[in-house]
């Protein structure tokens, strides 16, 4: 198998905590890019084919969005670009997707519509994670807006549609299983999957946790991805929820009931948190190794 190098550009829509700064402890994750990259390196590492995991290289590129509106020169996007970028993340944030006055939301949101719909990038594969999902639900003409029915954190079980199955739980991922577990760390969500987009994860608090975009060249027997999203946080450890979860309700943003509705699902089922390492970064990992035809 041909060594293959992928290379993503990371949006980057925030700044860790400062105690999250300091908890070198939970994998030396001090910053996110040191964050995306330590989970990506690791769920790649696990993927289920063995030659893809010998044979890819990730290379991760940060552009600092939040404090320098910072993004990708058209150039790297291009096809056939020395150098260019294979896909471009988006990471969670603190602030709200759906601020019209936040001071780089809209133009963030202005940007990824412009990468979405322009066929000339076509062949650039988009991944948006919480944050990153919301502001791409709002750029392809989607709704997001605060949660009626308070926060989720930690791990939760979000159920698969149809073709949520294929996308979270294709043949290289398949357990059987109709849900999937993710770490969460939301209270905006978003509430109406934009157009021509399909619903893959739903949970029982909230209907929209995943959606994706088919690439024009898209058929049933090869389905291809422009776009996925995910609500939670495969990047997140249960260590870095709790350090999370300890700032937030220190702060009162989080209530003495939300705080212990956190607590206990810190860890998920056995402890170890959600399908970060696992379904969930496999199934971004073969989303970023689709080879998308270009315009």
Not at 104 to 112: H, S
Not at 216 to 243: K, M
Request: charge should be negative.
């Amino acid at each position: 198998m041909t060594r293959r190098i992928v290379r993503v550009a990371l949006l980057i829509c925030d700044t860790p905590v400062s105690l999250l700064i300091q908890a070198a402890a939970d994998h030396s994750a001090r910053r996110h890019l040191d964050i995306f990259r330590r989970w990506l390196e690791e769920a790649l590492k696990a993927y289920p084919d063995p030659d893809v995991a010998a044979n890819t290289q990730l290379v991760l590129d940060p552009y600092n969005v939040v404090d320098k509106l910072e993004f990708p020169s058209h150039d790297r996007l291009r096809a056939g670009a020395p150098d260019g970028y294979d896909v471009v993340m988006l990471t969670g944030s603190k602030h709200t997707a759906y601020d019209v006055n936040s001071h780089f939301g809209p133009q963030l949101i202005e940007w990824m519509r412009n990468l979405a719909n322009a066929p000339e990038f076509q062949h650039v594969k988009i991944i948006g994670v919480c944050y990153g999902h919301q502001i791409l639900s709002l750029a392809l003409g989607g709704e997001c807006k605060q949660g009626t029915n308070g926060w989720e954190v930690g791990v939760y079980g979000c159920d698969m549609t149809e073709e949520g199955r294929y996308y979270w739980s294709d043949s290289v991922v398949a357990n059987g299983a109709s849900k999937i577990y993710v770490e969460q760390m939301h209270k905006d969500v978003v509430t109406k999957v934009p157009p021509g987009c399909d619903l893959l994860l739903r949970s029982e608090k909230y209907p929209v946790h995943s959606f994706a975009k088919k690439h024009p060249a898209s058929t049933s027997e090869r389905p291809l991805a422009q776009i996925l999203t995910i609500q939670g946080h495969p990047e997140f450890t249960p260590g870095i929820v709790s350090t999370l979860v300890d700032v937030r309700s220190e702060a009162g943003i989080f209530n003495p009931e939300a705080t212990a509705e956190a607590r206990r699902r810190l860890g998920g089922k056995d402890g170890s948190g959600g399908e970060g390492e696992g379904r969930l970064g496999w199934a971004i990992w073969r989303v970023m190794l689709q080879d998308l035809p270009a315009k």
